[in-house]
């Protein structure tokens, strides 16, 4: 009898250990549910909370926990990266930097998480989408003319992601506009530096395909050279000019602008050869109407006039009877050349 009394006890002591251990496992089912439900509602923190409480309590159920603690942990990466989505897409309706802050220290956030659960599903989409948000950053930050915080932001982008194309375009533009000293929209100093961010962005998007940066980059690189040329040639500084506006034609070899400037600067340094093989070029590549080539007649006129060819720039010159041109290009003929088609 003895005997059986304590086998009695041993079993009523089991069944209301097995009770405890399936009201806990009941409670963490319960916690998960909710979990699931706050995540429904987008409340992310409140889910978070929930679902480490549910590791929690599944831990002390040992063996018979582990599924329940495996589907909690699986949602907490989850539940990280959903709110950095969150926040990201709040950046997108208001466009306000501290909301793009929020973002990028969720994806940081998420990544972390992500880690410590040895979890690979948002982690990947999270390294990619903070290069991006940076860059964001950076192009808010330029618009506000803040070009040191931009240079920053566009700097974190790209020690995250060194095959960025459009961040190296990014950074071209801040460098050309922190050293536009005098703000007239020229750059004054570091010309070569800033064309190296240019080809980078022109080298880094070839590689990767993105061809409307590649583009944007020689639109860019070629225009900048142009002015910067231009304001040379105005100012006298003809052997600058001559380089700079000659570099312009490595990023586009069929510019009637840069060719015309070329023809120009070189009048005006006594090349009248040079000129007239630069002009040429120009007319060909310009497809404006006569207005727009009377420039570029002019220059041709006025070199073929300095070689003594006077019928050649007596042509010239009757072509640049257009617009601001017209009255130059008739003093020209009349009173210099003494053109025939002046007299008529």
Same mark, same amino acid.
């Given at each position: 009898m003895k005997v059986f009394k304590i086998s009695l006890c041993? =079993? /009523? %002591?089991?069944?209301?250990?097995?009770?405890?251990?399936?009201?806990?496992? !009941?409670?963490?089912?319960? /916690?998960?549910? &909710?979990? %699931?439900?706050?995540?429904?509602?987008?409340? +992310?923190? #409140?889910?978070?909370? !929930?679902? $480490?409480?549910?590791?929690?309590v599944a831990e002390q159920l040992g063996p018979e926990g582990e599924d329940i603690k495996g589907n909690a942990e699986s949602q907490i990466p989850k539940m990280y990266f959903?709110?950095?989505?969150?926040? +990201?897409?709040?950046?997108?309706?208001?466009? *306000?930097? #501290?909301?793009?802050?929020?973002? =990028?220290?969720?994806?940081?956030? !998420?990544?972390?998480?992500?880690?410590?659960?040895? *979890?690979?599903? +948002?982690?990947? $989409? #999270?390294?990619?989408?903070?290069?991006? /948000?940076y860059y964001a950053k950076s192009v808010m930050l330029y618009s506000q003319e803040e070009f040191e915080a931009s240079e920053e932001a566009v700097d974190q982008a790209l020690n995250l992601n060194s095959n960025y194309a459009a961040a190296y375009y990014q950074k071209? &533009?801040?460098?050309?506009?922190?050293? *536009? $000293?005098?703000?007239?929209?020229?750059i004054d100093q570091g010309v070569d530096e800033m064309l190296e961010w240019y080809d980078r962005a022109i080298q880094v998007g070839e590689s990767t395909n993105k061809m409307d940066i590649v583009n944007k980059a020689r639109e860019a690189a070629h225009d900048e050279l142009l002015a910067v040329g231009t304001r040379a040639s105005e100012n006298g500084n003809l052997d600058f000019a001559l380089e700079t506006l000659g570099k312009a034609l490595n990023y586009d070899n069929a510019s009637a602008n840069v060719y015309y400037r070329l023809a120009e600067a070189h009048n005006k340094a006594g090349n009248p050869e040079e000129a007239i093989d630069n002009a040429t070029q120009s007319l060909e590549y310009e497809n404006g109407g006569r207005t727009d080539k009377a420039k570029i007649y002019y220059e041709l006129g006025y070199a073929h006039q300095t070689l003594g060819n006077k019928s050649e720039a007596c042509d010239a010159f009757e072509n640049a009877l257009y617009g601001s041109f017209r009255s130059p290009a008739e003093h020209k003929m009349e009173f210099e050349l003494k053109c025939d088609s002046a007299a008529r």
């Open positions: 041993a =079993i /009523l %002591l089991g069944l209301i250990a097995f009770q405890v251990q399936a009201q806990d496992r !009941t409670q963490a089912v319960q /916690l998960y549910n &909710k979990g %699931l439900e706050e995540a429904q509602a987008d409340n +992310y923190d #409140a889910a978070i909370s !929930t679902f $480490t409480q549910v590791i929690s959903a709110q950095a989505r969150s926040y +990201y897409q709040e950046f997108q309706s208001s466009r *306000d930097l #501290a909301k793009l802050e929020e973002a =990028i220290d969720a994806f940081k956030s !998420t990544i972390e998480i992500s880690e410590e659960y040895n *979890d690979d599903r +948002y982690a990947p $989409t #999270a390294k990619g989408a903070i290069p991006q /948000l071209a &533009k801040i460098f050309k506009k922190m050293n *536009d $000293t005098e703000g007239d929209g020229i």
